[in-house]
């Protein structure tokens, strides 16, 4: 079983930056990939960034220049950094992993409120 915790959530104003992370813990010998969706009130859940075992990035066009996804392999950690937040970033944001080629496993979620 793989269990994924995020933390770093919280409540910053219109152009201000937040870094969450997510720590993988349990069966976790060789995650493929780990990444971010979130989910804002009324709508689906859609990605936000996704990085691979190699270090490759993925990101939606809505947080391309804005956002930055890294990677600790070492201590089975993701990060964001968001940068320049803005209104429209509000949202929970979960964590997930593709781990031996299975899942994704999912975190519980992190609020991010941003004010305008």
């Known amino acids: 079983q793989v269990q994924l915790v995020e933390s770093g959530g919280g409540l910053v104003q219109s152009g201000e930056s937040l870094r969450v992370s997510c720590a993988a813990s349990?069966?976790?010998?060789?995650?493929?990939?780990m990444g971010w969706h979130r989910q804002a009130p009324g709508k689906q859940r859609e990605l936000v960034a996704t990085i691979t075992n190699d270090g490759s990035t993925n990101y939606a066009d809505s947080v391309k220049g804005r956002f930055t996804i890294s990677r600790d392999n070492a201590k089975n950690t993701v990060y964001l950094q968001m940068n320049s937040l803005k209104p429209d970033d509000t949202a929970v944001y979960y964590c997930?992993?593709?781990?031996?080629?299975?899942?994704?496993?999912w975190g519980q979620g992190t609020q991010v409120t941003v004010s305008s």
């Open positions: 349990g069966s976790s010998s060789r995650i493929n990939a």
């Open positions: 997930y992993a593709v781990v031996n080629y299975r899942g994704p496993y």
